[in-house]
Nanobody
């Protein structure tokens, strides 16, 4: 089992920044990639960014150039730095870990006001 705990969400004005953190614990040797997803009201959950075991990253087109995913292997923590936030970035952001199994955090709310 892998446990994920997100933090760092909140309310920010358009153009502002937030940094999300995801602290992981448990059977981390079974994990190949970690990422962030988000779900806006009335919409499906979508992939925002992923970082793989070798360090490669991928982003949704809508956040490229504004968001950056990174990790601290020593602390089993993944970060999502979000800059130039837009109202359409509003949603619940979920941390995800995938490998032998798929694990989700409880989610953290991000609200961007116009």
């Amino acid at each position: 089992q892998v446990q994920l705990v997100e933090s760092g969400g909140g309310l920010v004005q358009a153009g502002g920044s937030l940094r999300l953190s995801c602290a992981a614990s448990g059977r981390m040797f079974s994990i190949n990639a970690m990422g962030w997803y988000r779900q806006a009201p009335g919409k499906q959950r979508e992939l925002v960014a992923v970082i793989r075991g070798a360090g490669s990253t991928s982003y949704a087109d809508s956040v490229k150039g504004r968001f950056a995913i990174s990790r601290d292997n020593a602390k089993n923590t993944v970060f999502l730095q979000m800059n130039s936030l837009k109202p359409e970035d509003t949603g619940v952001y979920y941390c995800n870990a995938a490998g032998v199994g798929v694990y989700w955090g409880q989610g953290t709310q991000v609200t961007v006001s116009s």
